[in-house]
């Protein structure tokens, strides 16, 4: 069946640039996760959803960060003006379990941003 | 979340049992440990998780000690495509990745 899936793949922005990604996860997932992951790094929490509402925002970095999935499924991570340390893979992952005990998430390929 | 010690690289034979260490002294009782991996380009991809008895899936099996301070992952059979980096989370709630260990598999 289909995975998380992401797009873009890769994005290229210059340095004070709006960017928007996309993820696409798998049907009926409850669960939604945002990950950033820093080259030779491992994923570091950004955000989690459950259904529509945004549960944890703990790992946003700043206030350009902003994530929203409105109708439960689609969601979207926006970079506003973006700075070189944006630069990373933003990862997106699901989950049919809720809450606590989400231990097994489907993670997407990721999108690769290089600010300029 | 407890802090979890992993070897940063490891080498296997093809066909022969890698077995991946991770330390977690400060493990709390409530605290599950997980084991994801990430193959090169890709995303992380759940393998196994357990609270304080051994398990075993498809893909590998987890041996946790008694005092639940440290915990093996073991790939039986390793093959090529196992060649990634596996990552031992210890936590209760979000999951918190680590360096990783970067598994090398070996022909």
């Known amino acids: 069946g289909a995975g998380v899936s992401q797009s873009p793949r890769y994005k290229v922005a210059k340095r004070g640039q709006d960017v928007a990604l996309r993820c696409d996860p798998i049907?009926?997932?409850?669960?939604l996760f945002w990950y950033q992951q820093a080259l030779g790094q491992g994923p570091e929490f950004l955000t989690y959803?459950?259904?529509?509402?945004?549960?944890?925002k703990s790992g946003l970095p700043s206030d350009r960060f902003f994530a929203e999935r409105p109708e439960g499924s689609v969601s979207t991570l926006k970079i506003q003006r973006t700075q070189q340390e944006d630069s990373a893979v933003y990862l997106c992952?699901?989950?049919?379990?809720?809450?606590?005990?989400?231990?097994?998430?489907?993670f997407g390929p990721g999108t690769r941003l290089t600010v300029t | 979340d407890a802090k979890t010690t992993q070897p940063p690289s490891m080498d296997c034979a093809e066909g022969r049992a890698a077995n991946l260490p991770c330390n977690h002294s400060?493990?709390?009782?409530?605290?599950?440990v997980y084991w994801y991996r990430q193959i090169h380009s890709q995303g992380p991809q759940y393998i196994i998780h357990?609270?304080?008895n051994n398990e075993t899936n498809e893909m590998a099996s987890l041996i946790i000690t008694e005092d639940r301070k440290s915990s093996t992952l073991i790939l039986p059979h390793a093959t090529l495509r196992d060649t990634a980096v596996y990552y031992c989370?210890?936590?209760?709630?979000?999951?918190?990745f680590g360096q990783g260990t970067r598994l090398t598999i070996n022909p």
């Open positions: 992952a699901s989950s049919h379990q809720t809450g606590t005990s989400v231990y097994e998430q489907y």
């Open positions: 989370i210890v936590s209760s709630q979000k999951l918190v």
């Open positions: 049907s009926g997932h409850v669960s």
């Open positions: 959803f459950q259904n529509e509402a945004q549960l944890d």
């Open positions: 357990g609270l304080k």
């Open positions: 400060t493990i709390s009782g409530n605290e599950y």
